[in-house]
């Protein structure tokens, strides 16, 4: 395929060159992406100070309870299971056994990203703080003279560094080294990692870049997280190793492995692929990666490919919730269409990773497809893999649980763990919702988009002038979204809104008066020279949806999930009566549903109650012709958010209902 590239100075349609007015002078303050000044892409991120999410909403209660309850959590886990003690003993300051797996430094920096997201946006706690600084402290003094630093490879192997590139992780857990360094910096809490950080990319640019070993990781990540680390501090090896890592993947390097070279995304050049493959998680991070690459060199055919495999993602292999990753046996895709309920993987690394994938593809394009992805998954996948207290979690995220389940290990459990013998999804969860209001808002040279609805306020400098939108709302529960504008401008900017694609139907007004605003490409656009105080309501109309999948998902074929908004809602045991199966239920289509609080149901502000009935279809497990159904007792039906099943008690759910046969 013959490569195509943007200069700084052309873009593709629909999207513009960001130059100085945009992020130049954002990288002290910004949040986890950053593009450059003369990055090809729509649209920029805010300053991390710049969002604030508040305590009363729901966003807002998540990332409070990540603060007070998911983080220290982490931090207290990283010394009860050894990964601090690993880099004690390969700084040489303790003779024990390495402990865990190989790659458990991978969490320490991801719980150390998020701890310095968080004492950026609050004061946090001394004890957050004082791991934060010892923590760096430890990694400096474990890092070996060439820079390298891992602790497995320092402790357990020294012998086998390097020499295990498609299942080592050494290049995967140096890339979330980078990316702590680069929230470190970024808060001005620990700029002293960023020293750490730079040692061992040094090391890397000389071992792997031009002229060096040609190998790439089994696992990536690094190249995602070099891209933003030259982002940081301006250093062009790091992109153009990044861009190397890519430029070398599908050529076979990592041999076949376990699996087959498709586990890696090592099968095909990446400009070239035309399907998501293999480990979902992996897949998913390289697919970050090209996009920030692409949109720093410019280079088209890579976005390209990151759009073509996008469709090939979400058209064919995403789960109604948004998750990924169909197959247990390699944590990885399946078919197209492959998508089983109670065989769903949905690892929870895997949907944050699509967060960040599509906040990449937003920023590069605008589209509002991503974003509207970024909420299904945020609301559904990514939710339900954390409990109501912020201690427990899920590494696969199934849509179904039957009666009588028997676990088959931590990864296909259905109650949330505390902690995993493989725990990297704990600190992933608490980087991302640490770092969560940098994703409600972007801004352009023509204004504010607002992409995620949550109480709280968005900050952006419009045309050389601030413009400050203040945001009311009961949102996910309920669809009005409240915004005041409380800066004053003279030039005309646009505030625009998205209207998600699951909505049909919405009101717009200003100041109490409905004004017409049809949504274009997926966001209605308000533009004028606001006055402070002016409001601005958008009220979504949310009602009860039954969703259906493509006849080629035979798993669920006859089957309906039921929606509100953005949540996707399941049946739980805890809400059937005594003695029902929930495999014998069935939903009457044709009933009334009704979204409402219940007063019984304290914990859950809105549910859905539905008609149906229960099925008895006899104890023969195959029969001759069509099976025929005996229905009993009519039923009330009652749903909950997917998010919040398995907080009450353990017991069956599912999300796709089997619709109930008409005479």
Partial sequence: MTEQKLSDTSAAPGVQTIQASGPSGLHGSAGPVAPGPGAVAALWPLRLHHARLD????????????????????VDNLHRAGNIGNLRAAAGESDEAFAGMWFADSDVHKTLEAAAWELGTSSGDGALRSFVEDTTALLARAQQADGYLNSYF??????????????????YCAGHLFQAAVAAARTGVSPGLVAVAQRFADLLVERF?????EEVCGHPEIETALAELYRLTGRRPYLDLARRFLDLRGRGLLGHGRFGPAYYQDHVPVREAREVTGHSVRQLYLLAGMV??????????????????????????????????????????????????????????????SFQWN???????????????????????????????????????????????ASSGEEATASRLPWYSCACCPPNIARLMA??????????????????????????????????????????????????VTSETRTPWTLALRVPSWCDAYKVLIDGGPVMAPAKDGYVRLTRAWAPGTTVVLDLEMPVRQVTAHPRVDAVRGCVALARGPLVYCLEQADLPPGTVLEDVRLDPAA?????????????????????????????????????????TPLTLTAVPYFLWGNRSEGPMRVWIPVAATE
Wanted: glycine share 10%; proline share 5%.
């Fill in 292 to 353: 920030d690459v692409a949109v720093e060199t410019g280079d088209l055919a890579l976005l390209d490919a990151a759009e073509r495999l996008w469709a090939d993602a979400f058209h064919r292999r995403t789960y109604v919730t948004g998750a990924h990753g169909s197959r247990h046996r390699e944590e990885a895709y399946g078919d197209p269409y492959e998508l089983p309920p109670d065989r769903a993987y949905g690892e929870t690394c895997a949907a944050i990773a």
């Fill in 55 to 74: 305590p009363d909403g729901l966003l807002g209660r998540w990332q409070r309870r990540n603060a007070e309850e998911t983080l220290p959590h982490c």
């Fill in 359 to 405: 906040w990449r593809l937003l920023l590069a394009t605008g589209r509002a497809r991503y974003a509207d992805e970024m909420e299904r998954v945020l609301y559904n996948a990514f939710a339900a893999a954390v409990s109501s207290d912020g201690r427990h979690f899920f590494y696969s995220n199934p849509l179904q649980v039957r009666t009588g389940h």
């Fill in 435 to 484: 770092s969560l209001h940098g994703y409600l808002a972007t801004a352009d040279d023509e204004g504010v988009q607002i992409h995620l609805y949550a109480s709280g306020s968005v900050n952006a400098e419009v045309a050389g002038a601030a413009a400050r939108v203040d945001l009311r709302t009961g949102y996910p529960w309920h669809g009005r979204i409240e915004l005041t």
């Fill in 209 to 213: 870049g031009p002229g060096g070993v």
């Fill in 592 to 632: 009334e549903m009704t979204a409402a609080h219940r007063e019984d149901l304290p914990d859950i502000p809105v549910v859905i109650t539905a008609g149906g009935l229960v099925a008895h279809a006899g104890d023969s497990l195959y029969t001759a012709g069509a099976r025929r159904e005996r229905t009993g």
């Fill in 154 to 171: 320092t402790v357990a192997a020294p012998d086998e560094r390097w020499r295990k590139p498609d299942w080592s992780h050494e290049l």
